[in-house]
């Protein structure tokens, strides 16, 4: 019972931060229609950035938002100078354009970074938490983590419901010839859409990576939870992502505990082919016509 | 994944042979001009490696299992138009199989143990490929990519069939006694293990090369692209999409299999790290410089990751990185090429070529040339 | 106000249009009319900036605007109801209209929406409603009031009465005639429906596979028979 209950709080851990990840793919997707399979190895550059700040004596909190900022401005970066030309183009191009993203950064950082593994702080404590006398699998950081990505939930559905900038971004999203025609500015859209992906995927990145050592390769495996649990959810929903999120982590708890860590991967997997194969929108696959 | 190749990254023609009375004459003609273009090639890497000193001539073996892998990729991604990031995984399977057998059974014929990994590959494959066939554009790439993170965990989760991390030690096929002769009545030399493995491997490789182009130029190729280019045209004309896709897919895996079973005897190792993502990756980087579906254009980028990797990290040694930051300026490379080539010169190096030829012949003709 | 010159537009080997040339003037409706084909859609677009051409000019009050963006356009005055209305079916009615007057960053956003809806009381009532559940007419009337929203000075209207009831259609094109006549609004109107589209029109175009085959007032059109019957359906 205690392995359940253990399984299940490092469950919701994961699944709020991989949440978080696939939150970021279905902004890129909503926008342009690609899934950014670079969009880990972006977010590990970043969090190798966060590490060398504070190897260098900067605050934690610092580093923290200095990697958010640099997720950000990443994401502005790839989308206007690499992804924009092959927007429009044949799909498979942009699929192309995207892996070499992810190749060429994991490849930069083991170059600049190494291949060895770094051991990347905890913004709190990773004791255990103490209820009812026993010691339980939820720490003070995985309250952090939890409470970091509700937050920045919330004000990403703040921005989009409740703002014009929010509007235009999902205008442009939804419809770009009509975006334009009422004067959206829909590839700036674009690029602010993935550049706010940039910031969750950095999130994530930083979330994932506290307490545990990273290397150049340790965000792949967060591609395909994300990935899973976007699908799952369907591309198109924000909810489904956090839905999708939960289940997965949740998955790979279990799946981790009771049969063993190396076949968690192939669990997304099967998920994700159950999921493609009966039910191909996703959950929450919104019925709408797109075009009127 | 139904794509419209239209203006992309797939070259859908070759430049047209003079015409031919039937369709079915214009095959032999052309699987004749194949068969002995072979001929010559294998002829002509018997001369190259009676020359070379051995470790070229283990190079020329690395090209020899590439070379089917990719190839077997240009025609599922190029030809059928399905982008699977996987097929690191299926070359897994195939050279885990050939390892398996080599240690547990080792008085079986080498050639058998290869066929033998071909099929449980073709059979991995058409599993994979049944679930693959529904699947469009990046739903398939991110299922792939699932697989090839995913799958050589298996090799931990069975450890004693498999050897774990560490991964399984390879031994080394012991030349025929046919073949040593044969070798040495020729040559007077003693035949290694790693030269005749380069002999082999380039017979496999090209005999796979001319099956696959003659499948190309068949109805089965035909088929392929008809599923690509426009799935319901295919349909109407009475195309079965998903025993297509199928197909292609096990055609693909046969050779992705072929290739694992040479990678296994030629490193003489099958390990979790040698099937790492970086290896379905690379192999897309091959297909895409070489120009999606172009079987010349598999060579060239097979090419590329043979002899991309040593020159790079002797580069990089040179500029003063250490061993193992040189290892990573080859896939920093290959990243870089897809992302410039995409935006660049989305036919790929042959691709371009080709299209750039054809246009200017058309021109010539009067006909002006189009894009 | 509008001035098109030899434009020319091409998808691919196709001409579109051969070189068309046509105004718009203020206070005035310009009926651009044709059968299917004959490149009424691909006018408004190219001089929208949603297609580019390849030869002539588009100038808006004097300034060549052949070459610049759809949002510029749309900056510099010109609303753009585009065939099928182009609503945005995901979002709220009350979202699609704020959205036609964003642009313009003022602060009069809720005056000018309740203006709307008196203009328009079924939008009202659905204010909050997805897009797509409207009904035609409804549609039309949400596609109008939105372009409205963005004070233009020059509105291109492509097929507003397709599928419409007869009715609505009367209602939609009285509303533009009356909008012309008070607002000084200069509108290019390209419709199938000739025979409603001459009704309010001051001026009408005719074209035929890209050309144009005649510039008239409307009335004169109207009761050109030989015209009619050839390129117009009555």
């Not at chain 1, 983590?145 to 939804?174: D, K, Y």
């Not at chain 3, 651009?32 to 000019?57: F, H, M, Q």
């Not at chain 3, 605007?65 to 585009?82: D, I, L, N, Y």
Request: glycine content about 12%; proline content about 4%; hydrophobic content about 55%.
């Amino acid at each position: 019972m205690q392995q359940f209950f253990d399984a299940t709080l490092s469950g919701i851990t994961n699944g709020v931060v991989f949440a978080a990840f696939a939150l970021c793919l279905v902004l890129i997707f909503r926008a342009t229609r690609i899934i950014n399979f670079g969009q880990g190895a972006q977010a590990m550059v970043t969090t190798y950035l966060a590490l060398k700040l504070i190897q260098n004596d900067v605050p934690y909190a610092l580093a923290f938002v200095a990697a958010l900022a640099a997720g950000f401005l990443l994401g502005a970066f790839v989308e206007r100078v690499i992804v924009r030309p092959v927007e429009t183009g044949p799909e498979i191009n942009a699929v192309i354009v995207t892996l070499g993203i992810f190749i060429a950064l994991v490849a930069l950082a083991a170059i600049i970074f190494g291949n060895d593994l770094a051991a990347f702080p905890a913004a709190f404590s990773l004791a255990g938490l103490e209820v009812g006398g026993s010691t339980i699998a939820l720490r003070p950081n995985d309250l952090f983590t939890i409470g970091a990505v509700l937050v920045a939930m919330a004000v990403l559905l703040g921005l989009f419901r409740f703002t014009s900038l929010g509007l235009r971004m999902r205008a442009s999203a939804f419809n770009q010839e009509v975006a334009k025609l009422l004067g959206v500015k829909v590839g700036q859209m674009l690029t602010l859409g993935w550049a706010l992906a940039g910031l969750f995927g950095s999130l994530a990145g930083l979330l994932i990576a506290a307490g545990t050592p990273i290397f150049p390769s340790y965000m792949d495996a967060v591609v395909i939870f994300a990935f899973v649990a976007a699908v799952l959810g369907g591309l198109d929903s924000f909810l489904g992502a956090v839905v999708g999120g939960l289940v997965l982590g949740l998955t790979s708890a279990y799946v981790s505990s009771y049969v063993g860590s190396e076949l968690v991967t192939l669990a997304a997997l099967a998920i994700l082919m159950v999921v493609l194969l009966l039910k191909p929108g996703g959950l929450f696959s919104s019925s709408v016509a797109r075009r009127v | 994944m139904s794509v419209a190749m239209n203006k992309g990254a797939s070259d859908t023609r070759t430049p047209s042979a003079a015409p031919a009375p039937a369709s079915g004459g214009r095959l032999r003609s052309t699987g004749l001009k194949h068969l002995l273009l072979m001929l010559a090639a294998f002829f002509g890497l018997v001369l190259l490696l009676l020359a070379v000193d051995e470790f070229r001539a283990t190079q020329l073996a690395s090209l020899a299992y590439y070379i089917p892998a990719v190839a077997g990729l240009t025609v599922l991604t190029g030809i059928n138009g399905q982008v699977s990031l996987g097929h690191g995984a299926l070359m897994a399977v195939g050279a885990y199989t050939t390892g398996v057998l080599l240690i547990r059974q080792p008085d079986l014929p080498y050639l058998l143990i290869v066929a033998i990994a071909i099929i449980v590959t073709a059979l991995v494959g058409a599993l994979v490929g049944v679930a693959a066939a529904r699947l469009h554009g990046p739903y398939l790439a991110g299922a792939t990519l699932a697989l090839a993170v995913g799958l050589p965990g298996l090799a931990i989760t069975f450890e004693d069939l498999l050897g774990g991390e560490p991964g399984l030690r390879i031994p080394s096929p012991t030349v025929p006694p046919w073949v040593q002769d044969l070798y040495g009545n020729i040559t007077g030399d003693r035949l290694t293990p790693r030269v005749y493995l380069a002999y082999l491997g380039g017979a496999l490789a090209l005999t796979t090369l001319f099956i696959l182009s003659n499948l190309v130029r068949s109805r089965y190729g035909r088929m392929w692209r008809a599923v690509r280019d426009d799935e319901v045209a295919a349909e109407l004309a009475g195309i079965d999409l998903g025993r297509a896709r199928v197909l292609a897919f096990v055609v693909s895996a046969a050779c992705a299999g072929l290739a694992g079973a040479l990678l296994a005897v030629v490193s003489r190792i099958a390990a979790p790290t040698g099937f790492t993502v970086v290896l379905s990756l690379s192999l897309l980087v091959a297909i895409v410089i070489g120009g999606l579906g172009s079987l010349v254009g598999a060579i060239i980028g097979s090419a590329m990751l043979v002899y991309l990797a040593p020159f790079s990290i002797a580069r990089g040694r040179d500029l003063g990185l250490s061993d193992v930051e040189a290892a990573n300026l080859a896939p920093l490379i290959y990243g870089v090429v897809l992302i410039v080539v995409m935006l660049v010169a989305p036919r790929g190096l042959v691709g371009t070529a080709r299209f750039a030829f054809l246009a200017r012949r058309a021109g010539r003709q009067g006909a002006g040339a189009r894009t | 106000m509008l001035e098109v010159k030899d434009l020319v537009t091409a998808y691919g080997p196709v001409l579109a249009l051969d070189g068309v040339s046509l105004s718009a003037t203020a206070g005035r409706v310009t009926a651009v009319l044709g059968a299917n084909g004959a490149g009424k859609t691909t006018l408004l677009r190219t001089i929208s900036g949603l297609v580019r051409p390849k030869a002539g000019t588009v100038m808006l009050n004097g300034e060549d605007v052949t070459r610049s963006q759809v949002e510029t356009m749309v900056h510099k005055g010109m609303a753009h109801v585009p065939e099928g209305r182009g609503l945005i079916a995901e979002l709220t009615v009350e979202e699609n209209l704020r959205l036609g007057g964003l642009f313009r960053r003022a602060k009069d956003g809720d005056s000018e929406l309740a203006r709307i809806y008196d203009l328009f009381p079924p939008l009202k009532e659905r204010a909050t409603r997805s897009a797509h559940t409207l009904s035609g007419g409804e549609r039309q009337m949400l596609v109008v009031g939105r372009a409205l929203l963005a004070h233009p000075k020059l509105l291109l209207l492509d097929e507003p009465s397709l599928g419409l009831a007869p009715r609505v259609v009367s209602q939609i094109f009285s509303l533009v005639r009356d909008l012309v006549d008070s607002t000084g609004l200069a509108v290019l109107l390209v419709e199938q429906n000739a025979k409603s589209a001459l009704s309010i029109a001051d001026t009408g175009v005719v074209l035929n596979l890209g050309r144009v085959v005649a510039t008239d007032d409307a009335a004169t059109l109207a009761a050109d028979e030989g015209l009619r019957h050839a390129y117009l359906g009555f």
